[in-house]
């Protein structure tokens, strides 16, 4: 191919890598690949910035069943480091546990420098599933609203980046996606007894979820609102959210050594002991 072919050739692909991604309709897969592998690049970096100036990063993710949470945070941790990108999903608490102030089986998952935790679901469990399938008291759930902001402010202040998302879905798309799970082998295990009989208390669902953000959408710890019904939107537009709420830099690798061009492999260098192998069966 001639210079003129190769340089016509490179235009029309860089064309294509910037073609914006349609506002409206279904999202197609190799678009929503191309632009989440963007996101994945500036996700590294911050993941570097995050690591170079020991910033503490602080994520929860908040929503019904259904939603989209655990999809979401999939797509964020896909490719960066576990040590640094940290998933939390406590289970119910022990009974020690339960003898705690409210907040301490949380506080000890909170990041230190150099770390960003992801809360699938978080303390916020109080104002939502908590109250509404009756596992505290009502006064539980208004001191807890009543306490929160001050303790988010705490956390504010102490260094912690503190962002709140609640992942927002329709009832016929929550209907849609729970029946899904009951008819897929790979999700089944995602529908629980309490997600069935949570099915059924929307409004009530919907009633916590208004008072929660009245109480604790506060200047130093907003809650972030994403719909959620396009599954694929909602994981590029949060993750863009975030990357634009945690500012930061390439850090410079001056100092990173290439990788060798030559290394010695030395022949005969086998276990003397026979290998048990996993059989090759695809």
Not at 1 to 27: C, N
Not at 59 to 88: H, L, N, W, Y
Not at 209 to 228: C, G, I, K, L, Y
């Amino acid at each position: 191919m001639g210079g003129g072919k190769k340089k016509k050739a490179r235009k029309a692909t860089e064309a294509r890598k910037a073609k914006p991604v349609e506002a409206s309709g279904p999202l197609k897969a190799k678009d929503y690949d191309r632009e989440l592998k963007k996101l994945h690049v500036e996700l590294v970096k911050l993941q570097q910035w995050v690591t170079h100036k020991g910033l503490k990063v602080c994520i929860v993710f908040e929503g019904r069943d259904g939603a989209g949470k655990g999809g979401a945070i999939k797509a964020i941790t896909e490719r960066v480091s576990p040590r640094v990108f940290r998933v939390v999903a406590l289970p119910a608490p022990s009974d020690r546990e339960k003898s705690q102030m409210y907040i301490q089986r949380y506080v000890r998952y909170w990041p230190a420098a150099g770390e960003v935790v992801i809360f699938d679901r978080s303390w916020y469990n109080r104002a939502g599933v908590e109250r509404v399938m009756g596992f505290c008291t009502e006064d539980q759930a208004k001191r807890f609203l009543a306490a929160t902001p001050a303790v988010e402010k705490a956390m504010v202040e102490s260094g912690i980046i503190l962002l709140k998302y609640w992942l927002e879905v329709s009832p016929d798309e929550q209907t849609r996606r729970l029946r899904a799970r009951a008819d897929d082998g790979r999700k089944i295990w995602k529908l629980s007894p309490m997600d069935i009989k949570s099915y059924t208390r929307w409004d009530d669902y919907s009633r916590a979820r208004n008072e929660m953000f009245a109480a604790t959408d506060t200047p130093w710890a907003p809650w972030h609102v994403v719909t959620s019904d396009d599954k694929k939107r909602a994981r590029l537009n949060l993750i863009a959210h975030l990357l634009g709420k945690v500012p930061h830099k390439k850090v410079p690798n001056d100092d990173q050594e290439p990788l060798p061009k030559h290394r010695k492999v030395s022949k005969g260098l086998e276990p003397a002991d026979p290998l048990k192998f996993v059989p090759e069966v695809y």
